[in-house]
């Protein structure tokens, strides 16, 4: 693909600029959760705890790797929706960032932690029903949508019980220091240890939701890059040359390796023939066919070609795998492993000045417009004011629960697990009626109605605006 024309760089901006605003809107919306801890225990004052998540949320993206960020790029049929053109692929990606920032907007307005995931989630799915509706082909990649959404759903279950049992232990092993069981004194501060566990906790949430939902930002920042220059940035082109920020837009500093891509499938082959299994043979025969196409004619649909025929074949060997004795060779099957993250490593990627960009939008984000969320959490789950305890364990149990989620690559609610892990807590105190009814159906309805809105608003947006293009 050549350089975009006049409009369309405009409308390439915008984008980058939407999903910039999409990921600081996240910032504030759902890192409000990391510090409402620190801020109602009087362990930080607001500026700091805003400023220490920040921060935190920063380093999070840059260092948690792209799992969860190419989870969110293979939601959509992003080969099949190539072929409609430029304009088209403009009004999905305008549909589906207005979707989700209005969404994450209004809720952030009325107090509402809602999740910025499931706001997400939904925008996506009404694109893709919308595009399946309209132009036929594949939809929603439902399997990879059921796996995402069992874990939005499972992990606040998670917290919600973890930080029950979690209290109890606490109040066994704890039981001789009555103060972390009792709202703190206005305007003292907690003992240095406590003090040292609730930093410690806010940092690993802070930390943890940069790593999994600034991983989001990343992918559909990937989303739209392939979108408008599947050439450059379909398949891992390595490195940019150097330059102004156009320059390492538009100019591939080193193109796809074609002959170590083969030398991966080569060796993969070899090991399936050593280990008597030739289930394969089909998708590697197609993936080299594609391949020889490359050299012929490089070109973005070619591309999105072999990325389509990489995933295919590692998929399906991955999910081979796990079969018992389905290899009995070991040593042909380590080097088959080792040869497929060879190939993925083609097609799960982000140039770091994405992740960098995303990075400084969610860092920036978390430290603008924190307050509303932050006393909903705060005030408005308990009837009581957070005790130290009650801090800690939320804290605790939101920061392992997504970290652990990260490294299995799932993404998950931030929002919704530290608010689940806080109303366990309060629960774990004087029982459910401990909790505020009106805050908890608020959470509710706001849960159950994200991903309908979303998928009608994203999906009614693409056909309004298809309209026009």
């Known amino acids: 693909m050549g350089d975009l024309s006049t409009i369309s760089f405009i409308c390439f901006i915008l984008c980058i600029l939407a999903v910039c605003a999409f990921e600081f809107v996240n910032g504030f919306h759902d890192t409000a959760n990391a510090v409402a801890t620190v801020i109602y225990t009087g362990t930080l004052q607001p500026q700091q705890a805003v400023i220490w998540a920040g921060f935190w949320n920063f380093v999070g993206v840059c260092t948690g790797g792209v799992t969860v960020a190419m989870g969110i790029v293979k939601l959509l049929p992003i080969a099949d929706m190539m072929g409609l053109g430029l304009n088209a692929n403009i009004a999905m990606i305008f549909a589906m960032l207005i979707s989700a920032i209005f ?3 209004f809720t952030w307005y009325y107090g509402i932690p809602c999740s910025s995931s499931h706001t997400l989630f939904g925008s996506l799915i009404g694109i893709g029903i919308a595009f399946q509706a309209l132009h036929g082909g594949d939809g929603p990649n439902w399997t990879k949508l059921g796996e995402t959404l069992m874990s939005l759903l499972l992990s606040p279950m998670v917290g919600f019980a973890l930080a029950i049992v979690l209290m109890y232990l606490f109040r066994v092993f704890f039981k001789n220091n009555p103060s972390l069981f009792q709202a703190p004194a206005k305007g003292s501060k907690p003992p240095i240890w406590i003090r040292a566990f609730l930093i410690a906790t806010c940092t690993g949430v802070s930390y943890s939701h940069g790593s999994n939902d600034g991983q989001k930002g990343v992918g559909l920042m990937m989303i739209i890059l392939m979108m408008f220059m599947p050439f450059q940035f379909a398949l891992n082109t390595n490195d940019f040359t150097q330059g102004s920020f156009a320059s390492k837009v538009f100019t591939v500093g080193k193109s796809f390796n074609l002959a170590d891509c083969e030398a991966s499938l080569a060796k993969i082959e ?38 389509k025929k990489i995933q295919k074949l590692t998929k399906n060997m991955g999910e081979e795998f796990k079969k018992v004795d389905a290899f009995k060779d070991k040593a042909a099957l380590k080097t088959m492993k080792a040869e497929i993250k060879t190939l993925t490593d083609y097609t799960d990627w982000a140039p770091v000045w994405v992740i960098a960009l995303i990075s400084l939008s969610l860092g920036i984000g978390t430290m603008i417009g924190w307050k509303r ?21 939320a804290e605790l149990m939101a920061a392992s629960t997504i970290q652990l989620s990260t490294w299995l690559g799932k993404p998950v609610s931030t929002t919704h697990i530290l608010s689940s892990a806080i109303a366990g807590t309060m629960v774990a105190g004087s029982g459910v009626k401990n909790l505020q009814p009106e ?25 309004l605006f298809s309209l026009f293009v």
């Not at 805050?439 to 009614?460: D, F, H, K, M």
């Open 103 to 105: 969404w994450n907007v």
């Open 439 to 463: 805050t908890i159906r608020n959470i509710g309805v706001a849960w159950v109605l994200t991903l309908p809105v979303t998928i009608l608003v994203s999906g009614g947006l693409y056909w």
């Open 373 to 393: 969320i932050v006393v909903t959490i705060g005030e408005k789950i308990g009837k009581t004011h957070l005790t130290y305890a009650q801090g800690m364990v």
């Open 270 to 307: 070899a090991n399936l023939a050593a280990s008597g299994n030739a289930s394969f043979t089909k998708e590697i025969t197609e993936l080299k066919e594609k391949l020889t196409l490359l050299k012929t004619e490089d070109n973005g649909k070619n591309r999105f070609q072999v990325r």
